[in-house]
């Protein structure tokens, strides 16, 4: 009966590990879930493990992504159909990654409960890193994100989320895997999981930064629908707006959403010859400072979904400018090959150019900026390289994003979460300023300390404080990228099939 029913044991445990990214409260039932999969997996022949983790990771990649379908089809003009296959093959391709570490767990195990019990955590581990790398990677929803509010969280400064991914992974098989070896062992590995977590949750996390002064913030929202954003007759009135809410917003940062101005230069002098300049001019002749997300360049030169700061300090020359480094594939970038699937959709200026991964801050009210731009903030590994020097490392991130493309979904709540892990990570608060939600600051320890409703146009005003140094995370990630990760896990692949070998 058990075996007739696996496959849609996995599939829902799948789509039930995926609820738990929005839910983060419930994170014991992440352990559930990945619990019940271990069950399935050391009692199955490899082939059969394989089919169990693909299963279970494409429900959980496709019923925690199935949003994408509203961008695709509503807003990207493809027909219905072609987008619910294009969101099913997406899952389908995802979950191989947890497919062949279930296989290669199945084929490797040796029935031993501690090396068992390590081997399951690295294997799911390379899953990750393959899932949040190859391809330019799809780390959405990486399993450390359910963690967020959970006692593992005090590890993000040091391992970050796919380390925090792998450790929730060992808690959750190791009662499992014990309970082969009889009652005691059971009782022994639950007793273990049991101290680890309280152990976690009443010590929490190392300080590794220090206040470096407050600043006074206003995050604008736009929420201007994804369907008129680029609508000529609705353009006028977004701008006026936008344009009233920034000379008017009362914090000494100001910050508006990506793309916040849709148009490019040559467009916007076309539309009001005098927009650009009128906001110029206000804030390097104030002791304001502001962060506004607008599309720059033109056909000849290529385009940059970029960020504009503008201060006293840029008075007397350019503005600061920040391009997008990681691209979104379709939206901003056409993966080779794949241009017929783009011509089936309409979402203009498909093809932009990519920034430099270490771009400096916007240096201006005694702190160190450091935007990102929408969905780059699922990267920490990126985002680390700005603190390879210390002194230069920033002091507040400021995302900057526009997923209105998703409508009113889950997608809204679980970037929001992705932000606060990265302010764990790096412990340095993180400002967001949205199109249509969510409008948020996020302190050092990833709380939300302010925040805006979802799809409400208005401006976030909050204080928050900057904080300066550099968690391990940040160091070994800005010195190594994922490397450290990846070799620890090869490393503990080889130790424990030799040590068992051995034995």
Known sequence: MIGRLELPLAAALGALH?????????????????ALLAWRVQEAAPRRAALLGWVFGSAWVGTGTWWLFVSMHRYGGLPAPLAVIAVVLLALAMGLYLGVAMGLFARWRRGRTVPDALLWAALWLLAELGRGVLFTGFPWLASGYAQVDAPLAVLAPWVGVYGIGAAAALLAALPVLAARAGPRALALALAGVAVVLGLSAASGPAAFTLGHGTLRVSLVQTNVAQDEKFAVEHLPGALAWLRQALMQARGDLVVAPETAIPLLPSQLKDFDPRYWDSLRDHFEHSPKSALIGVPLGDFENGYTNSVLGVSSHTASGAPYRYDKVHLVPFGEFIPAGLRWFTNLMQIPLGDFDRGPLNAPSFNTLGQRLAPNICYEDLFGEEL???FQEPTL?????????????????VALPQHLNISRMRALEFQIPMLRSTNTGITAVIDEQGRVTAQLPAFTRGTLDATVQAREGVTPFAWWAAHGGLWPLLLAALGTIVLVLARVRRA
């Not at 990214?21 to 879930?33: D, E, I, K, R, S």
């Not at 400021?398 to 209105?404: A, C, D, E, P, R």
Request: charged share 5%.
């Open 18 to 34: 995926a609820q738990v990214f929005v839910h983060t409260g419930a994170w014991l039932v992440q352990l559930l879930c990945v």
């Open 384 to 386: 680390a390289q700005r």
């Open 393 to 409: 490392a920033p002091t507040v991130f400021v995302n900057l994003s526009n997923i209105g493309w998703f409508g009113p979904t």
